[in-house]
């Protein structure tokens, strides 16, 4: 059974820094590109971050670029999001995903459960 769990998420002020993680178990999870949404309170969920098999390729919303680092340890089956200065608007929830292609939002078909991100100002 395909599993992504999260964790590392938390509160946080404004400007500091979490780094999010997501643990993989149930299948050969280095074979797939794996990726990072969120979504907002109120809000539908958005493409955050995306990782393809190897960690050679990556790409980020532009909200976030700059901000956030996107790694995977496949020895692990671990991917991670790494976020340095953090704002208000960066509160969601945040899922990690994992699919066919990194860089194609509708590639990913599997999902955890989510961890929550909070941004105080």
């Known amino acids: 059974q395909v599993q992504l769990v999260e964790s590392g998420g938390g509160l946080v002020q404004a400007g500091g820094s979490l780094r999010l993680s997501c643990a993989s178990s149930g299948w050969d999870f280095s074979s797939y590109a794996a990726g990072w949404f969120r979504q907002p309170p109120g809000k539908e969920r958005e493409f955050v971050a995306g990782i393809n098999w190897s960690g050679r390729d990556t790409n980020y919303a532009n909200s976030v670029k700059g901000r956030f680092t996107i790694t995977r340890d496949n020895a692990n089956n671990t991917v991670y999001l790494q976020m340095y200065a953090l704002k208000p608007e960066d509160t969601a929830d945040y899922f990690c995903?994992?699919?066919?292609?990194?860089?194609?939002?509708?590639?990913?078909?599997?999902w955890g459960q989510g961890t929550q991100v909070t941004v105080s100002s």
């Open positions: 995903a994992a699919g066919s292609m990194y860089n194609r939002q509708n590639a990913y078909t599997y």
